[in-house]
């Protein structure tokens, strides 16, 4: 019998190393050739690494959430025969993200519902006994008062006769069963028996969640936002009734196949012909070198909630799409993320980000600007209200825009100018089809 080490990978992009992110395999389980020991996540991609050979587990180099560099060993396997070291070829990559840096909790609501922005949906990470860290028993699950808790007979016997409720219990074996050992350590720590349930019950629980993957990253890139960038945000409202009543009617007269229309692809264009006149807001800035870049490309992110977080799909050149394209190309980018499709400069690369909250907008935010970038346009919720015609009160379509600004670079004025230019154009739509 002999040993094979097998080492991180080199991810590409010049990445010296990368997060882990999950296991699928633990000390002693068995390996077959091309199957997937685990997964690593960069600063834009999470790439699954594969066994070369057929053996044994035998050490695991590292925990979830550690950053491992590149060649450095990862996974001892073994094997039949002579062993041997290789660095791991890495699969192609199964998901690729850019985190972004829009306000905590922002989501978004399907393409088809309303004014608001898709929702992309991803699997949820696997679990299990197999994606367990070396060394640890089985996951720490906190209790749940209101599920029937894993055990044993035995053990719920032995509980039955304590007077211990088992719903109190923190269970550490497979898929968080309670065992023997889990009782000696809720006694040991003080714990009384329970009287018989009553419907209501403390609950004192606290689960410790590591902070890995896409959280890490959005993490950091909300640090990098905040820390780096001096935001000054502008809140205007706009009478978007005439749009909706325009948007209605397109979406009345629209082909089979051409996409129905939100109210993102009016802002979008609104936007594209703002930046023609404002073109400071279009722009990257790289402090570190002193040096704003203002694109001619309007390349639009959209920030969009996954299960996982928030990403940034990109609609690129903006300004050579009219508003059906730009209808039916955020619902393909949704689409390609949610099936893990996406390619890389699908979803990086925006010069300019819209966020919104969809039905759940409120009256004003506070949107962080997705770095390096300058500005970030924040759409809230449409909310009928009674405004003042000069003669009485009339009810209209009313929508806030919140948006933030790289006060560095973006003087008040310029933000103030910029929005209201695009209230102008949302409040009269036909402008938006003029072109110049």
Known sequence: MGEFIIKMPDVGEGVAEAELVEWHCKVGDPIREDMILAAVMTDKATVEIPSPVTGTVLW?????????AVKAPLVRIQVAGEGGEVEAVPMAETVTI??????????ARRADEGDALPSIRQ???????????????????????LAKPLASPA?????????IDLRQVIGTGPAGRITHDDLDQFLARGAQPQPAPTGLAK????????????????????????SRIPHITYVEEIDVTDLEDLRATMNATRKPDQTKLTILPFLMRAMVKTIDEQPVVNATFDDDAGIVSRHAAVHIGIATQTPAGLT????????ARGIWDCAAEVVRLAEAARTGSALREELSGSTITITSLGAMGGIATTPIINHPEVAIVGV????????????????????????SFDHRVVDGWD???????IKALLETPALIFIES
Do not use: C, Y
């Open 60 to 68: 695991l180099g590292a925990e979830i959430g550690d950053t491992v």
């Open 98 to 107: 850019t985190p972004s840096s829009p306000q905590r909790g922002e989501g």
């Open 123 to 145: 699997p949820a990470p696997s679990s299990g006994p197999a994606g367990l860290p070396a060394g640890e028993k089985g996951s720490r699950t906190a209790p749940d008062t």
């Open 155 to 163: 053990v719920r016997l032995r509980a039955q006769d304590g007077g």
């Open 203 to 226: 609950k004192t629980a606290v689960e410790e969640i590591k902070v890995t993957g896409l959280r890490r990253r959005i993490s950091e890139k909300m640090v990098l936002a905040t």
């Open 312 to 319: 940034v799909p990109v609609v690129r050149h903006t300004e």
């Open 380 to 403: 809230n919720k449409i909310m009928t209200r009674p405004v003042w015609d000069g003669s009485q009160f009339i009810p209209r379509k009313m929508m806030n825009l919140s948006s």
């Open 415 to 421: 933000a103030a100018t910029f929005v209201q230019r």
